[in-house]
């Protein structure tokens, strides 16, 4: 077998033991439990090092995964606040965020 077929297979080769890549999660609640059992098993710590690593690569990716699910929601949280005039306006969190350290610089 030539250096060439040795490097073509090892490319197409890329989890260990033959283990297909687990599929991404569809909810953050599929994936934020499927993260606390990764990190119950690495805990554990009886998992080789093969599948610790692949264990620890696969929390990375639910963790990102996470992360953006929640970065989305937060960025569609409207909340209802006061508005000059007294009636209720919506804003979006980060506006509200702002304004409330303003008003907590003005009250000092």
């Known amino acids: 077998m030539s250096a060439h077929e040795v490097n073509d297979q090892h490319q197409h080769h890329e989890e260990p033991r ?3 890549a687990p599929a991404e999660p569809r909810t953050f609640e599929e994936a934020f439990a499927r993260l606390e059992e990764v990190i119950g098993r690495l805990e554990a710590g009886d998992a080789g090092l093969e599948e610790a690593l ?3 690569e696969e929390g990375v990716t639910l963790a990102r995964f996470c992360r953006r ?3 989305q929601a937060e960025a ?3 909340v209802l606040v006061e508005g000059p005039a ?5 804003a979006d969190a980060p506006e509200l965020e702002a304004d409330l350290l303003k008003e907590a ?3 000092e």
């Open 69 to 71: 699910q929640l970065d």
């Open 54 to 56: 692949a264990l620890f």
């Open 105 to 107: 610089g003005e009250a």
């Open 86 to 90: 007294g009636a209720a306006e919506e």
């Open 76 to 78: 569609r949280i409207r």
């Open 18 to 20: 033959g283990r297909p």
